[in-house]
């Protein structure tokens, strides 16, 4: 089992940036895929991006494509989005996911693991 503790969420203006982690416990991070997850006021959880277990394998939502990386230290155990240019529309709860198998999946389902959130609010 693991447990999932997210931060660096806050407030920033349209076209800046901010860095969120998630910090994991339990000795089998590097097994899991992570994911970013986020939910708007209003909206459903989509996927934000999502990183394999070496780091060499990512996934991206359309809508953040070449503006947000996600990245991972197995040896710290965190994954972290680093998100630049950003939007009033990011504006979200952000979530930190894990999941079991073996491969990167964008399905909120395949998730067995979540983290509370960490609130981002874009201004324009």
């Known amino acids: 089992q693991v447990q999932l503790v997210e931060s660096g969420g806050g407030l920033v203006q349209a076209g800046g940036s901010l860095r969120l982690s998630c910090e994991a416990s339990?000795?089998?991070?590097?097994?899991?895929?992570m994911g970013w997850f986020r939910q708007p006021p209003g909206k459903e959880r989509e996927l934000v991006g999502a990183?394999?277990?070496?780091?060499?394998?990512?996934r991206y939502a359309d809508s953040v494509k070449g503006r947000f990386t996600i990245s991972r230290d197995n040896a710290k155990k965190t994954v972290s989005l680093q998100m630049n240019s950003l939007k009033p529309e990011d504006t979200a709860l952000y979530y930190c996911?894990?999941?079991?198998?073996?491969?990167?999946?964008?399905?909120?389902?395949?998730?067995?693991?979540w983290g509370q959130g960490t609130q981002v609010t874009v201004s324009s």
């Open positions: 996911a894990a999941d079991r198998s073996t491969f990167v999946r964008v399905e909120e389902s395949a998730y067995d693991y």
């Open positions: 339990g000795r089998t991070f590097s097994m899991y895929i």
């Open positions: 990183i394999n277990w070496s780091g060499t394998i990512t």
